[in-house]
């Protein structure tokens, strides 16, 4: 079967460091993304990890460990703008994207 | 802007319509995506369509009836839904499937469908 676990909700103090973490457990894995999605709009891309190890992107760093189906979303000086839900989703090599829940983070002043 | 647009952005139908979603992308993308948003719920893939024939329905209902006529367009027609039907419902396209099972989705920004 296929199961995506991330936390359903976090909270950070603007300025702070947050993690989101992913498990993952499904047949055929590829890689997997990270998404960002503000309330009432379309999911966004942030990152793409198909090794293991860290990308990073600016503000924002991915990690991942396929022996241990884990992934996490590092994200670095946190602004008031990024108070959205992320979502964690695996690619198979259907080429198809399983997605999890997400998590809804919020960015307190 | 994604380059994946959405119409209608809002939608109410009662459970006897017929109505339609339309898709269009201009990335020069050749895959295209239906998926549903319900709350408190993950994105649920609905139709799969790469160089416009159908490659996956993930056991969807036959009240939504999906529509590819070519690589820029999708559609999905929806006829006696239920209210549980309710949900955001997202197109999105991306490089074709198979030849990189990597290919990053682009989202179109969802119609918000209420049934009544």
């Known amino acids: 079967g296929q199961n995506i676990d991330q936390p359903t909700e976090m909270t950070a103090t603007e300025g702070a460091i947050v993690q989101i973490n992913c498990t993952y457990q499904?047949?055929?894995?590829?890689?997997l993304f990270w998404y960002q999605q503000h309330a009432g709009e379309a999911p966004t891309f942030l990152s793409y990890?198909?090794?293991?190890g860290l990308e990073e992107k600016g503000r924002f760093s991915s990690f991942l460990s396929r022996s241990k189906g884990y992934s996490y979303l590092l994200l670095k000086e946190l602004q008031m703008k990024d108070s959205a839900s992320y979502l964690c989703?695996?690619?198979?090599?259907?080429?198809?994207?399983?997605f999890g829940k997400g998590t809804k983070l919020s960015v307190k002043p | 802007e994604t380059g994946v647009t959405q119409t209608p952005r809002h939608l109410v139908m009662g459970m006897t319509n017929k109505k339609s979603l339309k898709c269009e992308q201009h990335?020069?993308?050749?895959?295209m995506y239906w998926y549903k948003q319900s709350a408190k719920k993950p994105l649920e893939l609905m139709f799969v369509?790469?160089?416009?024939?159908?490659?996956e329905n993930n056991s969807v209902p036959s009240r939504f009836s999906p529509e590819c006529p070519n690589s820029s367009h999708l559609f999905l027609h929806l006829h006696t839904l239920q209210p549980e039907d309710s949900a955001l419902y997202l197109c999105?396209?991306?490089?074709?499937?198979?030849?990189?099972?990597?290919?990053?989705?682009?989202f179109g920004p969802g119609t918000r469908l209420t049934v009544t």
């Open positions: 999105a396209s991306s490089q074709e499937i198979g030849v990189s099972g990597g290919a990053e989705q682009y």
């Open positions: 499904t047949s055929g894995f590829n890689g």
């Open positions: 990890n198909v090794l293991d």
């Open positions: 989703a695996v690619t198979r090599s259907q080429g198809n994207l399983i």
């Open positions: 990335l020069g993308h050749n895959a």
């Open positions: 369509y790469n160089f416009k024939e159908q490659t």
